[in-house]
Nanobody, 124 residues
Framework: QVQLVESGGGLVQAGGSLRLSCAGS????????MGWFRQALGKERLFVAA????????DYADSVKGRFTISRDNAKNTVYLQMNSLKSEDTAVYYC?????????????????WGQGTQVTVSS
């Protein structure tokens, strides 16, 4: 069992930056691939970024490539999402999720555990 708690969301002006954190519980955290997803009001949940358990591989949605960076610190059981050059269209609730395998990291339906989400609002 893995419990995930996101933090770091808030209100930021367009062009600004935020760093989201996702703290995981359990001694097996380091064995999970981790992903970030987001859901804007009234819209479907979308893939943002993912990282394998060893951090050897990362993946990003086209909409955030070059602006967002996912990383992890397994010693701290934490995964991060550094978000730069934020746009109004990045406004959403951001969720982190954990997945046992490193396949199909962009598919939310294949993740095993989810956090409660953190709101990110970008004002234009």
């Amino acid at each position: 069992q893995v419990q995930l708690v996101e933090s770091g969301g808030g209100l930021v002006q367009a062009g600004g930056s935020l760093r989201l954190s996702c703290a995981g519980s359990g001694h097996t955290f380091s064995s999970y691939a981790m992903g970030w997803f987001r859901q804007a009001l009234g819209k479907e949940r979308l893939f943002v970024a993912a990282i394998t358990w060893s951090a050897a591989n990362t993946d990003y949605a086209d909409s955030v490539k070059g602006r967002f960076t996912i990383s992890r610190d397994n010693a701290k059981n934490t995964v991060y999402l550094q978000m730069n050059s934020l746009k109004s269209e990045d406004t959403a609730v951001y969720y982190c999720a954990a997945k046992r395998s490193s396949w199909n990291l962009h598919l939310g339906g294949e993740y095993d555990y989810w956090g409660q989400g953190t709101q990110v609002t970008v004002s234009s």
